[in-house]
């Protein structure tokens, strides 16, 4: 009964290569959001959906392109991997609006050789 | 731009000893503060502030936010060395129901 789920736990992929993250909710959030941790551990947003809606784009680049087939899921797209992009991807979701903690899946550890 | 930082960016502390840890901000439009509690996997979430001078607390830890001086801190007492984790401090701000996180402070509780 995990709450927020992505698959795939560990990913190592070489350069050059494009890969998929999935991500699940069975909270019946609307929103979802994808943050990306680096080696210092710090998480920074990328985007955010709410029911299936594109609401935040952080200046990350167009390789990475996220699509949500349904607001329980959100799939993270990644073309053309470099060695930068090697990091945690984490999942999150949430109720819109004030207030409201995000809940986090147990995160993508993506290395790039 | 909008920033958090946290300090100390690490701490070592034997069990029983109290800690603090501290979170400033400087954002726009700030709607809340949240805390959570990162070990090996994903944020779980601890506490998320909105007023002024009022504590929450939970078991051995406690937290308060001055919205005027803009910063918040986490007190753990009586520590264990279940504590030992990174404590990420994030802000929700209104534009875009984004959080924006902290460095996180990395606290070590040795036996």
């Known amino acids: 009964d995990t709450a927020v789920s992505q698959t795939p736990k560990y990913l190592v992929t070489q350069m050059g290569n494009d890969k998929s993250i999935k991500c699940e909710q069975n909270l019946g959030h609307d929103t979802m959001y994808w943050y990306k941790q680096d080696s210092k551990k710090f998480l920074k947003i990328m985007f955010s959906y709410n029911n299936k809606e594109l609401i935040i784009n952080e200046t990350v680049p167009n390789r990475f392109s996220p699509k949500s087939p349904d607001k329980a899921h959100l799939n993270l797209h990644i073309n053309s991997l470099e060695l930068g992009d090697s990091a945690v991807y984490f999942c999150?979701?949430?109720?819109?609006?004030?207030?409201?903690?995000?809940?986090f899946g147990q995160g993508t550890r993506l290395t790039v050789v | 731009e909008d920033k958090v930082v946290q300090s100390p960016l690490s701490l070592v502390v034997h069990e029983g000893d109290t800690v603090t840890l501290n979170c400033s901000y400087e954002v726009t439009n700030f709607r809340s503060l949240l805390w959570y509690k990162q070990e090996k996997k994903a944020p779980t979430f601890l506490f998320m502030l909105t007023s002024s001078g009022i504590e929450k607390k939970s078991g051995r830890l406690s937290s308060i936010l001055d919205k005027k001086e803009l910063f918040s801190i986490l007190n753990i007492t009586a520590t264990q060395t279940g504590d030992s984790a990174v404590y990420l401090c994030?802000?929700?701000?209104?534009?875009?129901?984004?959080?924006?996180f902290g460095t996180g402070t990395r606290l070590q509780v040795f036996p």
């Open positions: 994030a802000v929700e701000v209104l534009s875009g129901d984004k959080l924006i």
């Open positions: 999150a979701s949430s109720q819109p609006g004030p207030y409201t903690e995000a809940f």
